[in-house]
């Protein structure tokens, strides 16, 4: 089974650990000789920090090699990583966009954690668990002072199949009650929005890439293709990327079957790949602006450049994040796993993002206060209420002059193609599309963090 991430490939090969110096040795080529003195050297300073450092309970065996793995990997570069097998589980859990759980996504709010909504059909939903509710214990557990949320996230995950006892006081009824409910596996929703702006352009928000974000992507334009729109916005602003299928998935429609979505290159022959669409029939034909910002990275900016490179999309805001590398991750059978960089993507024409990113076409740049406040804008499309917003996050809702923008641009391209029709049909000819490939220059770099973890 196969599986990309980060613009990466998922390869899961069962590998012991003590396999793994003479797995790296046959991957790069190594003589079994230096493999030897190499793990001899490193045999020889952990038995001499295990006997002579001041702490014995500091330096176990077991707890040395662990930190070497960490050290060794982790100093190649910023996406390379050893991943404990907690950390390997949560990977892979966020890479198939599903998890064990509830179905509740959850925030905290003046010390309180509440409900935001319970996810449709989830145990959670079925139980009766409304939105606004708090959750006050979990499995008997008090979650006051639990600290951050990403603590009470873990106590509502688990395996499928298993049960989580929950208190909760609803405001409204002001009464507290209790359920006991059963995981299950619970798909996460990566186009979060999707509606029709200005009456006739389309807009779909695309939080991350997951194994479910192609077909989640295609039932939104499906959508909004019956809603009868002329154009499209594609908003990947804050997406830190994800699977390279799901991204090649998401461009494919605006493709001929065939056509070169992204290619990667490496050390390796198996590296070295192209990724062409699959898509039947004709190509979506409409025009499409791309909004992304300084959070836009790796499977997002596949999707960008893509669109950006044939000229099948304008794109707006910020210069993207630029993270152009591939990553092959490793499953070892302790559980822990191997993150490791093995390869660079490339766009149609050939162009490395990597370090680079993708630059607009039309350049929208905000300050960093209105960058967070239009990412939590984002990711609360539920809140239409002005005031509500402001008492729940403290800011009343700004204009979103990165999505204005996109839409004056859309509306531009839709005047050309009006005056194109208009000529040809006075000089007796056939309309001609209009591509909406306007590239000024422009160039702006700026990098912050990424998304909470917020559903259990």
Do not use: W
């Amino acid at each position: 089974m196969r599986k990309r991430i980060f613009a990466g490939a998922v390869l899961a090969l069962g590998l012991a650990v003590p396999a793994f110096a003479f797995h790296f040795a046959a991957l790069f080529g190594l003589v079994k000789g230096d493999v030897d003195r190499a793990v001899a050297y490193v045999r020889d300073v952990m038995v001499i920090v295990n006997e002579k450092y001041v702490d014995p309970k500091a330096v176990n065996f077991a707890d040395l090699a662990r930190n070497a793995l960490h050290g060794m990997v982790e100093s190649l570069d910023p996406h390379s990583e050893f991943l404990e097998k907690k950390d390997n589980d949560d990977l892979a859990e966020d890479l198939s966009g599903e998890f064990g759980g509830v179905g509740i996504q959850v925030e905290v709010r003046s010390g309180k954690v509440q409900v935001i909504e319970p996810m449709d059909d989830t145990p959670a939903a079925r139980a009766g668990i409304e939105r606004g509710d708090e959750i006050e214990s979990i499995d008997g557990r008090s979650v006051a002072g639990s600290g951050a949320m990403d603590a009470v996230v873990d106590r509502l995950r688990g395996k499928p199949h298993t049960h989580v006892a929950m208190t909760l006081y609803r405001p409204k009824a002001h009464k507290s009650y209790s359920v006991d409910l059963e995981r299950e596996i619970i798909k996460v929703d990566s186009v979060i929005d999707t509606r029709v702006i200005d009456d006739d352009v389309g807009y779909v928000l695309v939080t991350e890439f997951s194994e479910h974000t192609g077909e989640q992507f295609a039932a939104a334009l499906d959508k909004l293709l019956k809603q009868n729109i002329n154009s499209l916005i594609i908003d990947l602003r804050n997406n830190p990327g994800g699977t390279l299928d799901s991204a090649v998935e998401v461009a494919e429609p605006f493709f001929r079957k065939g056509d070169l979505i992204v290619s990667t290159r490496g050390r390796r022959a198996e590296d070295n790949e192209e990724f062409r669409s699959e898509a039947d029939g004709d190509p979506l034909d409409l025009p499409v602006a791309v909004l992304i910002n300084q959070d836009t990275a790796s499977a997002a900016e596949i999707v960008t450049g893509a669109l950006k490179d044939t000229g099948k999309a304008v794109v707006v805001g910020e210069r993207s994040f630029g993270k152009g590398s591939v990553q092959t991750i490793i499953d070892f059978k302790t559980g822990d796993g191997l993150r490791l960089t093995t390869a660079k993507y490339y766009t149609p024409s050939g162009v490395s993002l990597h370090q680079v990113g993708v630059a607009p076409s039309v350049e929208v740049v905000l300050s960093a206060a209105d960058d967070d406040k239009i990412r939590q804008q984002q990711l609360r499309p539920d809140i239409s209420d002005p005031a509500d917003f402001k008492a729940r996050f403290g800011f009343t809702p700004i204009d979103d002059r990165q999505l204005d923008a996109a839409v004056a641009v859309l509306r531009g391209v839709e005047v050309l193609e009006s005056q194109a029709a208009a000529s040809s049909r006075v000089a007796g000819g056939r309309p001609s599309a209009v591509s909406c490939s306007f590239q000024p220059r422009a160039a702006r770099v700026e990098i912050s963090g990424l998304p909470p973890h917020d559903r259990g």
